[in-house]
């Protein structure tokens, strides 16, 4: 390992071999060290050791499946659980005296992983009109200000209910109960900002917006094409599922703009060779494909196939229809706008090509680098094309993976946490609870934006999250919410969305997956649902961080009876005290829960049907797979202009931000950092490490937003395409930017221009507390950079 030292100005930035960056050992210690420093001896003991086992937790971060039970490691958790874990389990309180001596500008005035660090919030509070502190309130009193906010509106539709990926499918079922029995539709959630782009095109293409794979078929396919994803990172897990996957003797393509080090040299902590061995290369063939090139990638991919005649007929003639449409469409491709588009010649195409041909069996994953693009639909679609030219769905080790970003984003929509539910949902929900459910659709994530910030929404509810910084266009998205006459906050911990208050603000504390939940007399469970259809039981382990937590259930069945009384003769308070209540009603409402708590609550729980999966049947328009023809469209980045795509750091997930450390990426210290080809900063009139404001305008308003103060880090992307992370680029997204047919906003094609920082200008688009107040001086130090090639 070398290490080299450049100056710029009063700034070092270490520049070193990064051959070790996802040793097992470094994951190991960093683990341990989080989790005993916020948690202690014992609570680290009593957590871990029950993360994502059959009788224990679910782990509140990713959606990755768990292996069989009787697969289960004894630590069957990776660094990222770990730190959520430990966040979660943390020792530190945010009690009232907290926040009588912090108000709530001052708050705001540190950055984010400050306020994640003050620990589980203890007592239900509020800011009442033009206070300048929160202060603590009873239950019931908080039940009555929402009560009478709601029934005081002219319409249920000047109420917006936020759902995160961390409720549980008894809380997201209940809390879509209440906003349907209250009389609207308005249910955005964290999946409109996501994999909203998935739902769609899945639905259109096959009939369902799920993955159509198991933890097996990932074990025993002959090949695993990743894009748009980075599981070193957001999925750290599936890591161990590719190395068995590999030595299985299967071939992984990545296709990423970003060479990520989590599918080169993986080294797993779950195993001794992980830990002292030379670990596993992950991925056969990286493709470093520009940003928004994967449609034409896709096409390119489907046009070989054909001219080969690499293609399944018999599944393609009893299964599907448009293929022959398909076939010629892709047939005529344009190969000087595929290699335009994607960056990538014709040879590393034909490569991948070559090996998807070779393969009985393949598997196609895929995350946000392919959602969150005006042309995902169409991308998504592509994918599902050359699926079914090849036959590979509905037949072990192939098929369909969208890998879903939070715990339990999936089940929330399975539970009918979505504004636009389908009828079929809404009759069963008729049929069950006596009362007609609002028929129009309500309004997505963007459109609540909107609607707030029309003045046509009055109240925001959010179930958990951090809707200020998970939102686009954060200067806009706080305004909106500010402008609102009440928010409510069901949350653990204190972020961002908390100091942007309505009128008047509540925060209600709730408790989190790790703890015991004790309502009626006995100890409840709840249940959560994975990437692939699984659902299962999670019962918590230690005691409750606050007497005056309440469960998210419990929270909501307390609001809803508040404000709805005994209307439709709904049993909220029974519900509230036992949760088998609602899993009855779940039982008789969501197709393929029947049964419900009997089978969720066997080891490892159940599997939902997926009707390609289990028979190859597809509930399309036409009956049948749909092989879909888009055209190739290609975003034009002006002259002087690059294209952005929003990212996590290793030491995040979401919103929160657990740390300064992206040592898979080399960054140390510090999170405001463009990562771009070297070519590219020399173009631009630039060198490393300089610090530069980010600038985007979008033609259809006259804001100009600017992200300002971010140092440039050379890095192994194409040119053209350059990175960084959010939510500090959250600002740089139009609320108006969004991927036709899902309203996703475009988060990972962005269209920027780089200007020297601190040029003196007015900045009108723009939120950043940390710049606009002073970072704490953990967030100003200098980043390490560390080269991974």
Request: aromatic content about 6%; hydrophobic content about 35%.
């Amino acid at each position: 390992m070398s290490d080299d030292t450049i100056d710029h100005h009063d700034k070092d930035l270490r520049v070193h071999d990064a051959k070790d960056a996802a040793a097992g050992v470094t994951a190991v210690r960093v683990s341990m060290q989080r989790a005993l420093g916020q948690m202690g001896v014992i609570n680290t003991a009593k957590t871990l050791l029950k993360l994502n086992q059959a009788d224990g937790f679910d782990c509140m971060s990713c959606a990755w499946p768990d292996p069989d039970p009787e697969d289960r490691h004894t630590a069957e958790f990776c660094e990222n659980g770990a730190k959520a874990v430990a966040e979660e389990a943390t020792k530190k309180r945010a009690t009232p005296d907290f926040f009588a001596r912090h108000s709530v500008a001052e708050l705001d005035s540190h950055d984010e992983h400050w306020l994640g660090q003050q620990g589980r919030i203890t007592h239900p509070m509020i800011k009442r009109p033009g206070a300048s502190h929160y202060e603590p309130i009873e239950w019931d009193d908080a039940f009555s200000i929402i009560a009478e906010t709601l029934n005081g509106l002219d319409s249920p539709d000047e109420a917006v209910f936020y759902t995160s990926g961390r409720a549980s499918n008894e809380a997201a079922f209940t809390y879509q109960l209440f906003a349907r029995a209250l009389g609207t539709n308005n249910m955005p959630d964290c999946s409109n900002m996501c994999h909203e782009s998935t739902s769609i095109a899945l639905a259109e293409s096959i009939g369902i917006g799920k993955a159509s794979v198991t933890m097996r078929d990932i074990y025993d396919a002959d090949l695993i094409l990743i894009a748009g994803q980075n599981p070193g990172t957001n999925h750290p897990r599936m890591l161990s599922a590719l190395e068995i996957a590999k030595r299985r003797g299967a071939k992984i393509i990545a296709v990423n703009p970003l060479r990520e080090a989590g599918l080169h040299n993986f080294r797993n902590p779950q195993v001794p060779r992980g830990i002292i061995g030379t670990g596993t290369e992950i991925a056969d063939l990286h493709l470093p494909i520009k940003i928004n090139g994967d449609l034409a990638l896709f096409q390119a991919l489907g046009s070989l196939l054909v001219e080969w005649d690499a293609l399944d007929h018999e599944f393609i003639d009893r299964h599907t229809t448009g293929f022959a449409e398909w076939a010629q469409h892709v047939a005529a491709v344009d190969w000087t706008t595929v290699q335009q588009s994607t960056g990538l010649s014709r040879a590393q195409i034909s490569e991948a090509a070559e090996m998807i041909r070779a393969s009985d069996k393949t598997i196609y994953c895929w995350a946000m680098g392919l959602t969150q693009h005006r042309n995902s639909v169409a991308t998504i679609k592509e994918v599902c094309n050359v699926a079914f030219a090849r036959g590979d769905i509905g037949k072990p080790g192939a098929g369909l993976f969208p890998i879903r970003g939070h715990s339990n984003v999936q089940g929330d929509r399975t539970m009918g946490i979505w504004e636009r539910v389908p009828e079929s949902f809404l009759d069963s929900l008729q049929a069950e609870f006596g009362f007609d459910p609002p028929r129009e659709h309500g309004h997505d994530t963007v459109n609540s934006v909107r609607a707030m910030r029309d003045g046509k929404a009055h109240v925001f509810m959010g179930l958990g999250g951090n809707f200020v910084h998970a939102a686009p266009d954060t200067a806009v998205t706080t305004k909106a919410m500010a402008s609102t006459r009440l928010t409510v906050q069901i949350s653990t911990k204190l972020n961002r969305s908390h100091l942007v208050c309505g009128e008047t603000a509540l925060i209600l504390p709730t408790l989190g997956r790790t703890e015991k939940d004790i309502r009626g007399g006995k100890e409840q469970f709840i249940s959560v649902e994975d990437s692939v259809c699984a659902v299962h039981a999670s019962r918590g382990v230690l005691k409750p961080a606050s007497p005056h937590l309440r469960s998210e259930t419990a929270i909501l069945c307390g609001i809803a009876e508040a404000t709805l009384g005994d209307r439709h003769g709904i049993a909220w308070a029974r519900m509230r005290d036992d949760y088998d209540i609602i899993r009855d009603h779940i039982s008789r409402v969501v197709a393929g829960c029947e049964e419900y708590t009997a089978k969720v609550d066997r080891p490892g729980g159940f599997v939902l049907p997926h009707p390609p999966r289990d028979s190859r049947t597809f509930e399309t328009k036409s009956g049948a797979a749909e092989f879909v023809c888009s055209p190739i469209d290609m975003l034009h980045v002006p002259e002087g202009h690059v294209l952005l795509q929003t990212l996590r750091s290793h030491d995040q997930f979401n919103t929160t931000i657990y740390g300064f450390s992206d040592r898979y990426r080399g960054i140390e210290g510090g999170r405001r950092v463009i990562f771009m080809h070297p070519d590219d900063i020399a173009g631009l009139g630039f060198k490393a490490g300089d610090m530069v404001d980010l600038s985007t305008h979008w033609d259809d308003d006259d804001i100009d937003r600017v992200a300002p103060d971010f140092r440039i880090v050379p890095y192994d992307t194409p040119r053209g395409s350059v990175a960084a992370y959010y939510p500090e680029t959250n600002p740089l997204v139009p609320l108006d930017s969004t991927a036709t047919d899902s309203n996703c906003p475009t988060s990972k094609s962005v269209v920027i221009s780089l200007s020297p920082a601190n040029q003196g200008r007015t900045i009108t688009g723009s939120y950043d507390s940390q710049t606009a107040t002073g970072a704490d001086e953990n967030q100003k130090a200098s980043p390490q950079i560390r080269h991974l090639s």
